[in-house]
């Protein structure tokens, strides 16, 4: 008997497991779809309270940093303050290739998902567009974050967005650089503005340049290393 309840000891464990990485699944693609629709409501309360958000070399911390964020600029930047869906106005997100790491005790996670962007404004309501965006445009970037369970449910702890490249429509991204560059002064001088810009020697250059982004886990043929741990 000792056997048996020891495998279903280890069964229940890994049954639970499977139920966090559905669950922390579920959440980052429900992110994926609120950000399409500019419903920073909705984004904030995936959030765990004392969360970040890391977005072009500035850091975005708590509710009210990711509400500054994904309201004030986002939302106000696409479509003036109004929630989506919006006639004209294509952003949608498409979020994948997730590889997700369950700590042992099940209440903290790290996932590193792939994001890319369509956006642009149809030419009926091109009058909306702000004058430094380009009319169509893609983006792409890798998220490494991690998660929390918070009263007993899984939220983003931190949500670490590295945006790889952006690339008119028209021209591509052979010909273009990106149109959205980091903030160079915090908040509250700048309304919009992350509460922390990243120390000099961690500050993202935007494409054409190229980022590094570490992966929190271990190689899954030969890596001998728990995911996220380093050497002793």
């Not at 949608?92 to 099940?106: G, K, L, Y």
């Not at 009319?135 to 998660?147: L, S």
């Not at 908040?187 to 992966?215: C, E, F, S």
Request: hydrophobic share 40%.
């Amino acid at each position: 008997m000792a056997d048996v309840m020891a495998r279903l000891d280890a069964l229940e464990g890994r049954v639970g497991e499977l139920e966090d990485l559905n669950a922390i699944r579920r959440l980052h693609w429900a992110y994926g779809y609120y950000i399409d629709f500019n419903r920073p409501d909705d984004v904030v309360a995936l959030f765990a309270r004392d969360c970040a958000v890391v977005f072009l070399s500035g850091e975005y911390l708590g509710h009210a940093g990711v509400k500054r964020l994904y309201g004030d600029w986002i939302q106000e930047l696409f479509t003036s303050g109004r929630p989506g869906p919006v006639n004209g106005l294509l952003l949608d997100h498409f979020q994948m290739q997730d590889i997700i790491t369950v700590a042992p005790d099940r209440q903290t996670a790290k996932g590193r998902f792939r994001g890319m962007l369509l956006g642009g404004w149809h030419d009926s309501v091109v009058d909306q567009k702000p004058e430094h965006m380009p009319q169509q445009f893609w983006e792409a970037g890798i998220y490494e974050n991690d998660y929390v369970r918070e009263d007993g449910v899984w939220k983003i702890k931190r949500l670490d967005y590295m945006m790889q490249w952006q690339g008119d429509y028209e021209t591509g991204w052979a010909h273009t650089v990106a149109h959205l560059q980091p903030a160079v002064e915090t908040y509250p001088a700048n309304p919009v503005g992350p509460d922390v810009i990243l120390p000099p020697d961690k500050i993202r250059q935007t494409w054409p340049h190229r980022q590094d982004v570490p992966m929190h886990f271990a190689h899954p043929a030969i890596g001998k290393l728990l995911a996220g741990q380093g050497a002793s």
